[in-house]
């Protein structure tokens, strides 16, 4: 069974740091990608970073491009989001996603975490 468990939300003061994790186990194939995705109160869950576990290769919407930092640790198969200068648009469930494949994509992931909470306050 996948199972995707986020970790490292919180509560942080605008222009903070914050660090995401998502520890992954189960997944039965290989090679594949990993994602990460928010949705806040009222609005549509939206792409943030994805990275190749294979190649390394990530991808990042513009609106987190520079602010945030996506990484790997495939000894322990762990993914980390890094939030730095945090804006209060930042404010949103943050959620980790796998699908298998080489290519970083911004979409058509099959197995998503429970999702944690990251808030920015002013």
């Known amino acids: 069974q996948v199972q995707l468990v986020e970790s490292g939300g919180g509560l942080v003061q605008a222009g903070g740091s914050l660090s995401l994790s998502c520890a992954v186990s189960?997944?039965?194939?290989?090679?594949?990608?990993m994602g990460w995705f928010r949705q806040a109160p009222g609005k549509e869950r939206e792409f943030v970073a994805a990275?190749?576990?294979?190649?390394?290769?990530?991808d990042y919407a513009d609106s987190v491009k520079d602010r945030f930092t996506i990484s790997k640790d495939n000894a322990k198969n762990t993914v980390y989001l890094q939030l730095n200068t945090l804006k209060l648009e930042d404010t949103a469930m943050y959620y980790c996603?796998?699908?298998?494949?080489?290519?970083?994509?911004?979409?058509?992931?099959?197995?998503w975490g429970q999702g944690t909470q990251v808030t920015v306050s002013s």
């Open positions: 996603a796998a699908r298998a494949g080489r290519i970083v994509t911004r979409g058509r992931y099959d197995h």
């Open positions: 990275i190749s576990r294979s190649t390394g290769i990530t």
């Open positions: 189960g997944l039965r194939f290989s090679p594949f990608v």
